[in-house]
């Protein structure tokens, strides 16, 4: 097979493609399938976006960023985490996406592999296939907050092994993983010479305790994060990799190629975020209030929620009760009810047709219609 052959179509993208379709019939359709902030970009951001078109010239930055933002990150690491780390470890990307097309071309050789959560953030496999290695799927479950252990490295080490992925909080459960879970995953792949990779864009949107840095217990994993989320900024195309020294002129020489720089516009109103504190809060207060909303409602419909979601904007609930086909029930859901959300399969094949994921990154009056058609669909009204 071709390497091509093995890359999969975001499915979710039909859901939501069949959803305007009904919308154009002049349906109206909760869209609970979305993993975008419906907020916009905070004004100060845009304002510095402005000013950077007006006055400061659109050239190339360096290819690891600019400076100034480079400097600024790592500011923000000591004031956020109270972790020291070297501005010159912080490598500016064209969103998360570009790091993790740079990492794995230069963490793997043909054939090498990297862990993955199954269920997981979908992109994550086929980034791994594209730089010409093999993502090995760990079924994960509520025993460890559907995220990786040291347990699952060991289970499913193999030579060649060159990373372990965590996202925390998850995509697509919203869960946490637990400080000692983490820590003994770091210590399982420093002795196994691969590299723990940690997947922090949804830090910042969490309810409750704030999650460590990975790099806070470890000083040699990698350390992936953006602005699209926390920030409201997915269309800038703007997100940063912190990565050991040794790698810094490997990744540098890869970005230089691949895609020379994050867009300068961008880098100059990533600056302005990082200001941003109070507006972020907004909109973490606003997201909580949904999660809570639909943590009370969704379990008496059938939807069960077996481990608390503390981040993110994502629900991961178990239809077991309800169906034992989560695809064909979501399809049905959306020409039925007008409500879209995401089939389990869309995240790996574990228990995918047992589960669903409701994203909350949708305005509260949307999420209580949402509820009220599907419990109507249900007939539990
Ligand atoms: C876990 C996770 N990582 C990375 C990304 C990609 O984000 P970016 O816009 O920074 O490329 C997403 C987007 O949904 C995500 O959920």
Same mark, same amino acid.
């Given at each position: 097979?071709?390497?091509?052959?093995?890359?999969? @179509?975001?499915?979710?993208?039909?859901?939501?493609?069949?959803?305007?379709?009904? !919308?154009?019939?002049?349906?109206?359709?909760?869209?609970?399938?979305?993993? !975008?902030?419906?907020?916009?970009?905070?004004?100060?951001?845009?304002?510095?976006? /402005?000013?950077?078109?007006?006055?400061?010239?659109?050239?190339?930055?360096?290819?690891?960023?600019?400076?100034?933002?480079?400097?600024?990150?790592?500011?923000?690491?000591?004031?956020?985490?109270?972790?020291?780390?070297?501005?010159?470890?912080?490598?500016?990307?064209? =969103?998360?996406?570009?790091?993790?097309?740079?990492?794995?071309?230069?963490?793997?050789?043909?054939?090498?592999?990297?862990?993955? @959560?199954?269920?997981?953030?979908?992109?994550?496999?086929?980034?791994?296939?594209?730089?010409?290695?093999?993502?090995?799927?760990? @079924?994960? =479950?509520?025993?460890? =907050?559907? /995220?990786?252990?040291?347990?699952?490295?060991?289970?499913?080490?193999? !030579?060649?092994?060159?990373?372990?992925?965590?996202?925390?909080?998850? &995509?697509?459960?919203?869960?946490?993983?637990?400080?000692?879970?983490?820590?003994?995953?770091?210590?399982?792949?420093? +002795?196994?010479?691969?590299?723990?990779?940690?997947?922090?864009?949804?830090?910042?949107?969490?309810?409750?305790?704030?999650?460590?840095?990975?790099?806070?217990?470890?000083?040699?994993?990698?350390?992936? &994060?953006?602005?699209?989320?926390?920030?409201?900024?997915?269309?800038?195309?703007?997100?940063?990799?912190?990565?050991?020294?040794?790698?810094?002129?490997?990744?540098?020489?890869?970005?230089?190629?691949?895609?020379?720089?994050?867009?300068?516009?961008?880098?100059?109103?990533?600056?302005?975020?990082?200001?941003?504190?109070? +507006?972020?809060?907004?909109?973490?207060?606003?997201?909580?209030?949904?999660?809570?909303?639909?943590?009370?409602?969704?379990?008496?419909?059938?939807?069960?929620?077996?481990?608390?979601?503390?981040?993110?904007?994502?629900?991961?609930?178990?239809?077991?009760?309800?169906?034992?086909?989560?695809?064909?029930?979501?399809?049905?859901?959306?020409?039925?009810? =007008?409500?879209?959300?995401?089939?389990?399969?869309?995240?790996?094949? /574990?228990?995918?047709?047992?589960?669903?994921?409701?994203?909350?990154?949708?305005?509260? !009056?949307?999420?209580?219609?949402?509820?009220?058609?599907?419990?109507?669909?249900?007939?539990?009204?």
């Amino acid at each position: 097979m071709r390497r091509i052959d093995a890359i999969e @179509p975001f499915r979710v993208m039909q859901l939501l493609e069949r959803g305007r379709e009904l !919308e154009a019939t002049g349906r109206t359709i909760i869209h609970m399938e979305i993993g !975008e902030p419906d907020f916009p970009t905070p004004a100060p951001v845009i304002r510095a976006a /402005h000013h950077a078109l007006d006055e400061l010239g659109q050239f190339y930055t360096p290819s690891t960023g600019l400076p100034a933002l480079q400097q600024a990150l790592a500011d923000w690491y000591a004031r956020e985490y109270g972790v020291r780390v070297d501005a010159g470890r912080i490598l500016v990307t064209p =969103g998360t996406s570009g790091a993790f097309s740079m990492l794995y071309a230069v963490l793997l050789e043909a054939g090498e592999s990297v862990l993955l @959560p199954d269920p997981g953030y979908p992109c994550q496999r086929n980034f791994v296939r594209l730089a010409g290695g093999e993502p090995v799927n760990a @079924p994960v =479950g509520p025993e460890s =907050g559907y /995220h990786l252990s040291a347990g699952h490295l060991q289970r499913h080490w193999r !030579e060649g092994m060159r990373a372990a992925v965590v996202i925390n909080p998850g &995509n697509p459960t919203g869960t946490l993983v637990d400080e000692d879970q983490l820590t003994a995953l770091a210590r399982a792949c420093r +002795e196994r010479g691969c590299t723990l990779i940690s997947d922090e864009i949804y830090h910042g949107l969490t309810y409750g305790a704030k999650p460590p840095t990975a790099l806070a217990f470890d000083d040699e994993a990698i350390v992936v &994060n953006g602005f699209s989320k926390r920030w409201a900024m997915t269309g800038w195309r703007v997100g940063w990799v912190v990565v050991p020294e040794r790698l810094v002129d490997a990744c540098r020489r890869v970005m230089q190629n691949i895609f020379i720089a994050a867009p300068t516009l961008s880098q100059h109103a990533a600056l302005a975020a990082l200001e941003a504190d109070a +507006e972020v809060e907004a909109m973490r207060r606003a997201y909580d209030e949904r999660r809570r909303f639909l943590l009370e409602a969704l379990p008496p419909l059938g939807f069960d929620i077996v481990v608390e979601p503390r981040g993110a904007f994502y629900i991961y609930a178990n239809v077991a009760r309800l169906t034992d086909d989560s695809r064909a029930f979501c399809w049905r859901m959306l020409e039925e009810a =007008g409500v879209a959300v995401t089939p389990g399969e869309d995240f790996g094949a /574990h228990r995918a047709a047992e589960h669903v994921r409701f994203s909350y990154a949708t305005g509260l !009056e949307a999420l209580q219609e949402g509820v009220r058609r599907i419990a109507a669909w249900l007939g539990r009204p």
